[in-house]
Each structure stands twice: as structure tokens, then as C-alpha cells.
């Protein structure tokens, strides 16, 4: 598919548990971006990779959230020891470079933490 | 912080009227503004983009306008049709943002009725 592709489109998960999203940017686009949704809410910057550079970290909620992205591509958000208050929508967008580019997003994970 | 934000949280009109869905944002840095429309169960979904050296952009049945004086933004929707119903964010970024970070508004809810 051309769009940013998300997997799984839905987790349930229980407290203490870790869980990993997983986002497949457009090809080629070199920048990858995660927020997150609340309930009714807006979204939430967590997490941004540049190429192959180290990612900016700064929205990242607590250590127990991380980000890594193989080979430029492929990009992986893992929550380790879930809370019920990381239940949530997490989206993934790419964009082609970086500055003022249109970030284009996925369907994203909905994490339900029991 | 800076922050991006909505006068209206739900917006409701008649299918066929104008639609005029309003944002606001504080930082003066900001250079670039992005209108994203959320369809329940879906990601955001790009609409249009302005940059801050143009005061109006035009789409197909959408218009953006940013007035940097007052910090204000809108999304003009002509015809309006049930298929618009929908959350409306405006997101922006700055020069100073991580990464083309975009903070996003909390958003507005079209209701289109028939």
C-alpha cells in the first residue's frame, strides 16, 4: 500500500504487561513520528526520527516508553509495564524530510491496558 | 506552554451551507499550519497546509486562511456534505520544534445534517 501502515490495529492488554506497536512509514519518506490520542482528546507528540540520526525523545510521557527504528524504515513503540493510563490511540505519521513537510498519518494501534 | 486551540468543540450545519471551523494559536514563531480531518475509527487525515508567508490557500471545497496578526487560523468548507461530518484539528509548527513537531489543537466536531 502507498499510505503508513500500523500493526496491530487493536491490543488489549493487562496491567504490567509490555506491548509493542509497530509503523511502516511511506516509502521513502526519511522522517517518522509518533503522538498519541486520548479519548476525546488531541493528540500528543511522543517521539520523532530523522533518518538514521538518534530519535528525539522529548515527548516520551516515562522511561517506560521507548522507540527504535531499523535501517531508516520500520519503527517499533514499546510500553514496557503498561498502566491503565496508557490506554490510548497511537498514531504513527511520516513525512518526506523534516521541516514543513505535511506529515502524513496511519489508522492507528488502539491500546486498551485492563 | 505554547499551545494551539479551538474556538467551537462541535460545530453542527446544514448540508449544502458554508462551513467555518476556527482555531487560534499563541506561539508568534510558528511558520507552518496543517488542517487534519478524523473520521471516527481512522487517523488524521490531511485536508490542506498553509505556510506563514500566505494568508489564503485554496483547495477543492476548502479554503484556509491564517491572519498572523491576531495568531488565527480557519478552514472554510463550501457545500458542506454529510461525508464532512468529522473532527477537525489544526496542528502547527515552529522553526524552534523538534523535528517539525506538530502541536496539534484539541478539535473541533462537524455535524452535517441532512
Known amino acids: 500500500g502507498a499510505g503508513v501502515s500500523q500493526s496491530p490495529s487493536n491490543k488489549v492488554t493487562e496491567k504490567g504487561k509490555d506491548v509493542e506497536l509497530r509503523c511502516d512509514p511511506i516509502?521513502?519518506?526519511?522522517?517518522l513520528y509518533w503522538y498519541r490520542q486520548s479519548l476525546g482528546q488531541g493528540l500528543e507528540f511522543l517521539i520523532y526520527?530523522?533518518?538514521?540520526?538518534?530519535?528525539?525523545k522529548s515527548g516520551l510521557p516515562s522511561d517506560r516508553f521507548s522507540a527504535e527504528r531499523t535501517g531508516g524504515s520500520v519503527s517499533t513503540l514499546t510500553i514496557q509495564r503498561t498502566q491503565q493510563e496508557d490506554s490510548a490511540v497511537y498514531l504513527c505519521?511520516?513525512?518526506?524530510?523534516?521541516?514543513?513537510?505535511?506529515?502524513?498519518f496511519g489508522p492507528g494501534t488502539r491500546l486498551l491496558v485492563l | 506552554g505554547e499551545s494551539v486551540g479551538l474556538h467551537l468543540p462541535t460545530l453542527s450545519v446544514q448540508e449544502g451551507d458554508n462551513s467555518i471551523i476556527n482555531c487560534a494559536y499563541s506561539?508568534?514563531?510558528?511558520?507552518?499550519f496543517i488542517w487534519y480531518k478524523q473520521e471516527s475509527g481512522k487517523g488524521p487525515q490531511f485536508i490542506i497546509d498553509?505556510?506563514?508567508?500566505?494568508d489564503k490557500r485554496q483547495g477543492q471545497r476548502v479554503t484556509v486562511l491564517l491572519n498572523k496578526t491576531v495568531k488565527h487560523l480557519s478552514l472554510q468548507i463550501a457545500a458542506t456534505q454529510p461525508g464532512d461530518s468529522a473532527v477537525y484539528f489544526c496542528?502547527?509548527?515552529?522553526?524552534?520544534?523538534?523535528?517539525?513537531?506538530?502541536?496539534f489543537g484539541g478539535g473541533t466536531r462537524l455535524m452535517v445534517k441532512p
Open positions: 496542528a502547527e509548527t515552529a522553526p524552534l520544534n523538534a523535528g517539525n513537531m506538530l502541536t
Open positions: 516509502s521513502g519518506h526519511t522522517a
Open positions: 505519521a511520516s513525512s518526506p524530510r523534516q521541516y514543513q513537510e505535511t506529515q502524513y
Open positions: 506561539n508568534s514563531a510558528s511558520d507552518y
Open positions: 526520527f530523522q533518518g538514521n540520526s538518534a530519535p528525539d
Open positions: 498553509i505556510r506563514s508567508n500566505m
